[in-house]
T-cell receptor, first 114, second 113 residues
Framework: QQQVKQSPQSLIVQKGGISIINCAYE??????FPWYQQFPGKGPALLIA?????SEKKEGRFTISFNKSAKQFSLHIMDSQPGDSATYFC????FGGGADGLTFGKGTHLIIQP | EAGVTQSPTHLIKTRGQQATLRCSPI?????VYWYQQALGLGLQFLLW???????NRGNFPPRFSGRQFPNYSSELNVNALELEDSALYLC????????????FGDGTRLSIL
């Protein structure tokens, strides 16, 4: 059973545009929602994370929006750059990333066209 | 500060053999997690070790096992290898406490012939 659904599977955005990736979860016990960025041949790198007590968190050009009632969260990349081209994964866990591991979405392959 | 390091980078085995993968966590981190990243299946949680003990495991058969050493490094052992075990195996570490973020290494690519 896929507990975190991520969309779209792939995304092409022009340089300077906004990239938006969406995730939905089913397990109401999830209370920690990180986003990871993965380049080819590398492991996932933690980008930004949010907990359900806030609706939005911003770090530089990256923003997470969180809707607890809809059980959805999204990543916005403002002023997208070619260097942002990578695969992005949303994830969730029930105890802040510890006890039961992270449940990942299937990933979004993002291409930023110059 | 050194990140999570994994060895070997690549490992080629044949069906029925055993594979051992190694992970060194970030200095000061006591928790180590193992994940499998297989084509089409995404990242799946395998095992969690903390303070030398296995704390939790994902939905994988018992032939996937491991251990954590006193210096907090960890080994993942896969017995009776099957073709479907071909994947990137990722290790992550975190500080003590269940609410700490996980930081990943670059993985071991395991290929089963």
């Amino acid at each position: 059973q896929q507990q975190v659904k991520q969309s779209p599977q792939s995304l092409i955005v022009q340089k300077g545009g906004i990239s938006i990736i969406n995730c939905a979860y089913e397990n109401t016990a999830f209370d920690y929602f990180p986003w990871y960025q993965q380049f080819p041949g590398k492991g996932p790198a933690l980008l930004i994370a949010i907990r359900p007590d806030v609706s939005e968190k911003k770090e530089g050009r990256f923003t997470i929006s969180f809707n607890k009632s809809a059980k959805q969260f999204s990543l916005h990349i403002m002023d997208s750059q070619p260097g942002d081209s990578a695969t992005y994964f949303c994830a969730a866990s029930g105890f802040g990333g510890g006890a039961d591991g992270l449940t990942f979405g299937k990933g979004t392959h993002l291409i930023i066209q110059p | 500060e050194a990140g999570v390091t994994q060895s070997p980078t690549h490992l080629i085995k044949t069906r029925g053999q055993q594979a051992t993968l190694r992970c060194s966590p970030i200095s000061g981190h006591t928790s180590v997690y193992w994940y499998q990243q297989a084509l089409g299946l995404g990242l799946q949680f395998l095992l969690w070790y903390d303070e030398g003990e296995e704390r939790n495991r994902g939905n994988f058969p018992p032939r996937f096992s491991g251990r954590q050493f006193p210096n907090y490094s960890s080994e993942l052992n896969v017995n009776a290898l099957e073709l479907e075990d071909s994947a990137l195996y990722l290790c992550a570490s975190s500080s003590t406490g269940s609410d700490q973020p996980q930081h990943f290494g670059d993985g071991t690519r395991l290929s089963i012939l």
